[in-house]
C-alpha cells in the first residue's frame, strides 16, 4: 500500500502547490489597450478590473459609443492578456509535476 500513500501524498502536495498558484495570480497585473492607447484597463491574471484609463479628449458627448466600444475593447484585451498570464503561470507551477501525458488540470 506504500504506492497509494505515496500517490496520496503527491496528489495532496499538487493541491497545495496550486492553491498557492491561484492565490498568487491575483498579484500579476495585465493592462488592455484600445484606440491606440486612449483607453486602458488594467486587469490581474484572476481577471479582476483593477482600473480603468480613459484619454480626456474622449469625453466629449460626442464621442460616447466610441467610448464604450473602446471600454469593451480594452476590457476584452486585458482578459486575454490575463488568461494568457495565468495559462504561463500555471504551467511554471505544473513543469515539475509527474503528470501523465495529456493530462489536463482543471484551470
Same mark, same amino acid.
Given at each position: 500500500?506504500?504506492?497509494? %500513500?505515496?500517490? $496520496? ?7 497545495? %502547490? $496550486? ?5 498568487? !495570480?491575483?498579484?500579476?497585473? @495585465?493592462?488592455?489597450?484600445a484606440g491606440g =492607447? !486612449? @483607453?486602458?484597463?488594467? &486587469? ?8 480603468? *484609463?480613459? *484619454? #480626456?479628449? $474622449? !469625453?466629449? #458627448?460626442?464621442?460616447?459609443? +466610441? @467610448? %464604450?466600444? $473602446?471600454?469593451? &475593447?480594452?476590457?476584452? *484585451? ?10 504561463? %503561470?500555471?504551467?511554471? +507551477?505544473?513543469?515539475? !509535476? #509527474?503528470?501523465? #501525458? =495529456? ?5
Amino acid at each position: 500500500m506504500k504506492g497509494i %500513500e505515496d500517490m $496520496l501524498a503527491m496528489a495532496q502536495n499538487v493541491q497545495a %502547490e $496550486l492553491a498557492k498558484a491561484q492565490a498568487n !495570480l491575483d498579484t500579476i497585473e @495585465v493592462e488592455g489597450v484600445a484606440g491606440g =492607447g !486612449l @483607453v486602458k484597463v488594467r &486587469a490581474s491574471a484572476k481577471g479582476r478590473i483593477i482600473a480603468v *484609463d480613459i *484619454d #480626456p479628449s $474622449l !469625453l466629449a #458627448p460626442s464621442e460616447k459609443q +466610441m @467610448v %464604450e466600444d $473602446l471600454i469593451a &475593447a480594452a476590457i476584452n *484585451d486585458a482578459r486575454g492578456k490575463a488568461d494568457a498570464a495565468s495559462s504561463a %503561470e500555471m504551467s511554471k +507551477m505544473t513543469s515539475g !509535476l #509527474p503528470l501523465p #501525458p =495529456g493530462f489536463k488540470l482543471p484551470f
